[in-house]
C-alpha cells in the first residue's frame, strides 16, 4: 500500500471535538493521541460561548498520530456598537439597529426635543452590544396639552399634572368658589394649551366649608 495513502496505518481519523467544552476536547485530544494545538476564538450566533466549533485538521481527516488539533471556539454571538442615533426619528433608528441583528424596544419620554425623535439609547452610543440583544430607543414625547384639572381634588390633580410632565406651583385660595373645599376650580396654563415639559401650572382651589 502506498505511504501516501490517507488510511495508511501511521494515519488516524480526526474524532469528532464539536460540541464539547475546552477542556473536555483538549483531555479528549490527548487522549486519543494528538497533541493540543492552539485555541482559536470566532464569533457565532448557533454555537455557545466556550463550546468547540471545529477543530483543525476537520473532523473525519485523516492526521498522524501525535499530530497538532487546534481548537476553534465559539466567543458568543457576535458583537456591535451602538450607533449615534440621537435626534434621529424613533422609526429610522429602530429599522438601523434591526439592520445590526439587534431587538428593539421603544419607549417615550418626556422631553421637549421633537415628537418622536431619539433622546436616549440603552445600551448607550459607543457601547457594544451582542446580535440578539435587546436596545431601548427613548424617543420624545414632545411639548405636551395641558391636561384639564378643573373639578379634581387637589391631589388628583396634582399626579395627573406630573404625570404629564408638568409641575405644580403654590395653588391660589379661591374664596368665592361654591365646590368642595379642595377642589380645583381654576388652572393657570389653561387645559389643552400646549406647553413645555416641567412648565409651573397654578391652582386655584376652593376653600368653601
Known sequence: MCSSDLSAPDKVSVPNYAGMSVTEAKAKIVKDGFTVGDTIQEPSDTVDEGTVIRSDPAYGDFAEKNATIDLVVSSGKKTVTIPDLIGQNKATAADQLKALGL???????????????????????????????????????????????????????????????????????????????????????????????????????????
Open 103 to 209: 431587538k428593539v424596544t421603544l419607549k417615550p419620554k418626556a422631553s421637549d426635543d421633537t415628537k418622536d425623535n431619539v433622546v436616549e439609547i440603552d445600551p448607550g452610543v459607543g457601547e457594544t452590544a451582542r446580535v440578539g440583544d435587546r436596545v431601548t430607543v427613548y424617543f420624545s414625547q414632545g411639548p405636551q396639552k395641558v391636561p384639564n384639572v378643573v373639578g379634581m381634588t387637589l391631589d388628583k390633580a396634582v399626579s395627573t399634572l406630573e404625570a404629564a410632565g408638568f409641575t405644580v406651583g403654590p395653588t391660589q385660595d379661591d374664596n368665592l368658589s361654591t365646590d368642595p373645599k379642595g377642589t380645583v376650580t381654576a388652572q393657570n396654563p389653561p387645559a389643552g394649551s400646549t406647553q413645555l415639559q416641567g412648565t409651573k401650572i397654578t391652582l386655584s382651589v376652593s376653600t368653601y366649608e
